[in-house]
């Protein structure tokens, strides 16, 4: 019966202690659900003069789409230039961005492989040529990206306010009902922008670029002499370094890309495989950091604790919590068979406890996210509803994925792409 108590035991500690870590994750749904945004209504002090930066990698299909949606921007065009850096191409990129308006740089290094090398080399060319000293920000989009005619006006609006190194945008997705992966990345980037970096702000807290779609401050990055950061997910490592130096990220609700999600599962798998390993490259990076800003307190406390929950990897402390209770019952069948049998009942109760929570939870943050990003999701409304059931189970295949990155070697790979025309006959 000891035994059977240490079981028990042990597993409220366990719910008890992912339930602590992100209890706040709580008060973020509350704000998404209290307020419908946070948007900064003040007019610009004035314009400025900003610069696109597009890595590129076989993508002449798509580019020219981004490429001409930048050009119907409402910001004037004289203070908007689009730069495209064609990495490690095999197709016919940067005649496409040539054609559509962009300046284009080419690059070909099969060493130093991924968007952060690209940014890096694409900063130093500008600055070699000169250019750099032009602009007082950067924006970063990926060629499958699609953006809001008012993009541009309305991140200057939010970086005019002067206290931000960086301003990430609202998400969306080309092809949110193309199939239940396309769904399950929308929903979640959808559920980041409402319940996330929307809550973030109306906290003051820091918030974290996510990708594509941001907008970063010329003057920081030429503080860093460029774009130093090349761990898998770059993104991030910006985002860490940010919270821990007490360098504030803003977030643009009114700022809208649509990014294009993969469609196929070996593609997602391998995507979140690199954000899964890019994660834990973060953590060791910068997990001190973080935890070490959380004692500062206050608002920068929050942001450090903040970015710190989000680069460790909670699935894994579930996956660990798991694997213990196989363990320990495992441990027990040298008992007597009815302390096994118990062990075994309370065991097994505990993990499809676990199942049936997660599925719960993740299923009504899914609903929740839809019902109230309703209007801005591209997609039949019956779409929006069907891959609801499925969205947890998109969220269940992090728990493999997260084990694989502990262990594989992670290389960064391209996703390929279509145009928007066929994705709308896709849907």
């Known amino acids: 019966m000891k035994l059977l108590h240490f079981v028990e035991t042990f597993n409220l500690v366990i719910a008890f202690v992912i339930t602590t870590l992100y209890a706040y994750q709580g008060l973020y749904l509350l704000l998404g659900l209290c307020r419908r945004h946070w948007r900064d209504r003040r007019e610009p002090a004035r314009l400025r003069r900003y610069a696109v930066l597009i890595s590129a990698r076989n993508e002449e299909g798509v580019i020219g789409e981004l490429i001409a949606s930048l050009k119907r921007q409402s910001y004037p065009a004289e203070l908007l230039d689009v730069y495209v850096v064609a990495d490690n191409c095999t197709d016919d990129t940067a005649g496409a961005a040539q054609a559509a308006g962009a300046r284009v740089y080419r690059r070909f290094d099969r060493t130093q492989v991924g968007k952060g090398y690209a940014l890096d080399y694409l900063l130093k060319k500008l600055a070699e040529d000169g250019l750099e000293s032009r ?16 993009f541009v006006s309305e991140m200057n609006r939010t970086f005019d306010r002067g206290d931000y190194v960086a301003v990430t945008g609202y998400r969306n997705s080309k092809n949110f009902g193309q199939n239940w992966i396309t769904a399950g990345y929308s929903i ?29 401050s010329a003057e920081y990055l ?69 935890a070490k800003g959380i004692f500062q307190g206050g608002r920068r406390g929050m942001g450090c604790y903040d970015i710190l929950l989000t680069v460790t990897p909670g699935v894994l402390l579930t996956v660990l919590g798991g694997a213990l209770q196989v363990v320990v019952a495992l441990a027990c069948l040298s008992a007597p068979n009815y302390v096994v049998k118990q062990v075994l009942l309370t065991t097994g109760s505990f993990l499809m406890g676990g199942f049936r929570s997660f599925y719960v939870g993740f299923f009504l943050y899914g609903l929740l996210t839809v019902l109230s990003e309703w209007r801005s999701i591209r997609a039949p409304g019956w779409r929006k509803l069907a891959f609801l059931p499925v969205f947890p189970l998109f969220m269940l295949t992090y728990i493999p994925i997260t084990v694989a990155a502990l262990f594989q070697k992670v290389e960064w790979k391209p996703i390929a792409h279509k145009s928007l025309g066929q994705l709308d006959q896709a849907a």
């Open 188 to 216: 979640w980037f959808l559920r980041e922008a409402r319940f996330v970096n929307s809550a973030r702000m109306a906290l003051g807290t820091n918030c974290h670029v996510s990708g594509t779609g941001f907008l970063i």
């Open 222 to 290: 030429r503080e860093k002499g460029g774009w130093p950061y090349h761990l898998l997910t770059e993104d991030i490592q910006f985002s860490a370094e940010c919270a821990a130096l007490g360098k504030r990220i803003g977030y643009c609700e009114g700022a809208v890309i649509y990014d294009e999600q993969p469609t196929s599962f070996r593609q997602s798998w391998d995507q979140r495989l690199r954000w899964s390993k890019g994660f834990y490259q973060v953590d060791k990076a910068y997990g001190l950091s973080l």
């Open 135 to 150: 602009y007082e920000g950067y924006f970063v989009f990926d060629a499958d990206n699609i953006v809001d005619p008012n």
